[in-house]
């Protein structure tokens, strides 16, 4: 349970080494709400345009909390790995108080192209709804970007 609730923290955590470069984008299909880039500390990071970092984002369609509370929410760590395993990692989290609000995905570019997650329903399998399930999308390629998409 200690290294689910460690993951899940480094999920939201915002490093990388100065020689890193990695850039998240964002679609918003929705005609409607912000995407945010939130970090761990809770700064807004962006609100909707390519920034080079990473961290929690979600769709602020008027109803989430800051850190994405009441709606679905993407978790990063975009790093380059310095062991084998130790690279980028993404997922979906619907671990209460999220919640599934509009659909959602990701996927990996300029690295790992094609690899990615799409959460279309509120019985979205492979989106974290405890501590314990949920699939981790990894990367281990060097300076891998991110592209967000929601209502696809």
Do not use: K, W
């Not at 080494?17 to 912000?34: D, K, L, V």
């Not at 970092?53 to 509370?69: A, I, V």
């Not at 690295?111 to 492979?126: K, L, R, V």
């Amino acid at each position: 349970m200690q290294f689910i609730a460690s993951l899940l923290a480094l999920a939201s955590f915002v490093a990388f080494a100065a020689a890193e470069s990695h850039t998240i984008t964002f679609t918003n299909n929705c005609g409607r709400g912000t995407p945010m880039l939130i970090s761990q500390t809770g700064q807004v990071l962006s609100t909707g345009g390519s920034f080079t970092s990473n961290g929690p984002s979600y769709l602020q369609t008027g109803g989430c909390g800051l850190n994405g509370d009441f709606c679905t929410t993407v978790e990063t760590t975009l790093v380059n790995p310095t062991s084998a395993g130790a690279g980028s990692a993404t997922d979906v989290t619907l671990i209460p108080d999220h919640e599934f609000s509009v659909t959602s995905g990701f996927g990996y570019f300029n690295g790992c192209d094609g690899t990615g997650f799409d959460c279309t329903s509120a019985n979205c399998p492979g989106a974290f709804t405890d501590p314990t399930n949920g699939l981790i999308v990894s990367c281990e390629a060097d300076n891998v970007d991110l592209a967000i998409t929601f209502c696809d």
